[in-house]
């Protein structure tokens, strides 16, 4: 039986649902949807923030996880360049960082860079 409660319940859980499962879409949305980017990316002007607030709690240090210390230009281009960084920072099952992959607008500034030549600045 149908109280006016238990409607008011149902259809309130079903809002929430659909709001998060919309923003949940948006929010995983892929780098193909995005603006493409005309300007180049840098080191500098992007990469190192992003290593900063994402990777190198882990990936710095005298004992960095997977012995990679993603603190400075030369390590960041180098593993960047052999494809591994781009790899598992766009692997949906592996991702880098463990904890979620980074959002489609943080991955395409690194897909520019990488496009660019992984310039220093
Ligand atoms: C919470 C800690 C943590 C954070 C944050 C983190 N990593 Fe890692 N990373 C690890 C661990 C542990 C491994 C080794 C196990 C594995 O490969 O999954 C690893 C492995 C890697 C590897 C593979 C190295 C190899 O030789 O195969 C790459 C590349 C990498 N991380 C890049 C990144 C990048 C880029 C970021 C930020 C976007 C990041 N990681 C953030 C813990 C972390």
Known sequence: MQTP????????????C????TTAIIDE???DDLPVITRVVTYQS????????NCITCHSGPAP???LDLSNFQNVRLT???????DRMNDAINPMPPSGIL??????LVDKWAKDGFPEN
Request: proline residues 2%.
């Open 103 to 108: 959002s489609p607008k943080i991955r395409q």
């Open 80 to 86: 960047a360049e052999n494809g591994v960084l781009i």
């Open 46 to 53: 992007d990469i190192q923030s992003i290593m900063t607030n």
């Open 65 to 67: 996880n997977a012995n």
């Open 18 to 21: 659909t709001i998060s499962c």
């Open 5 to 16: 409660l238990k409607k008011w319940l149902l259809k309130g859980v079903l809002s929430i």
């Open 29 to 31: 949305g892929t780098v």
